[in-house]
């Protein structure tokens, strides 16, 4: 309530937020999702103070939209995941929950190399995928010519590729796996001055490097050397 009061509107907003409170309110994921993120909060409170029609759709429309797994698509109520090749790349939202994946700009895995992205009307309830052809040949040139990047990277690209990277090209006998350092960086330099005494030369970073600890800048500048580091998670 101290977001909503905050608002120099808050007269208008304090309804607003608790009729869609109350039609989310069996949906944790949601509630989570707002506790997590204060940014996501302030900015709903501002969107559902500023129109009430911004307000009621997301109250009627429950939806959550995502990325990460680099497949688009729809994950429908009834568990059902429609692709866009499914839906010739334009999907209805109902009054039911859905989980829409909006694809990759710059890393598809569904076999597809074209870059991908979302369009979502929020008048019609409506979702277009969008697919477009760019020099994904080039950009493998580029990562083929970066020797800190595996060449399987440039050749998943080119093929839109959701299998594994070509382990026998990128991994070494033995290979360190290291994650969710969170910037503890008192925590990081431990279990480095560990992996170096194990003889181990290859270090994989599988992401959440900052996020709660002290030293993001520092947890960033020891693993951007690392042979491969996902940044997020």
Do not use: W
């Amino acid at each position: 309530f101290d977001v909503i009061f905050a608002h120099p509107d808050a007269q208008f907003g304090l309804p607003r937020v608790l009729h869609l409170l109350h039609n989310i309110c069996t949906r944790t994921t949601y509630l989570e999702l707002l506790d997590e993120h204060p940014a996501a909060l302030v900015q709903l409170v501002r969107l559902c103070t500023a129109s009430p029609m911004i307000s009621e759709q997301l109250s009627r429309y429950p939806i959550l939209l995502q990325g990460h797994t680099h497949i688009p698509g729809v994950f429908t109520h009834d568990f059902d995941f429609i692709t866009p090749d499914e839906c010739d790349y334009e999907f209805q939202l109902g009054s039911e929950k859905a989980l829409v994946n909006v694809g990759s700009v710059g890393q598809p895995r569904d076999e597809d190399p074209r870059s991908c992205y979302t369009i979502f009307d929020a008048e019609t309830n409506q979702l277009q995928f969008r697919r477009l052809s760019y020099a994904y040949d080039e950009t493998a040139r580029k990562i083929y010519s970066i020797k800190q990047l595996h060449d399987s990277l440039g050749d998943r690209l080119k093929a839109g590729d959701n299998r594994p990277l070509n382990s026998d090209r990128i991994l070494g006998i033995e290979t360190a796996l290291v994650s969710d350092i969170h910037g503890n960086l008192d925590a990081l330099v431990c279990v480095l001055a560990d992996i170096q005494d194990q003889g181990i030369e290859t270090i994989f970073c599988l992401g959440d490097v900052i996020g709660y600890g002290p030293d993001p800048q520092a947890c960033i500048d020891a693993v951007i050397n690392f042979d491969l580091c996902i940044l997020g998670n």
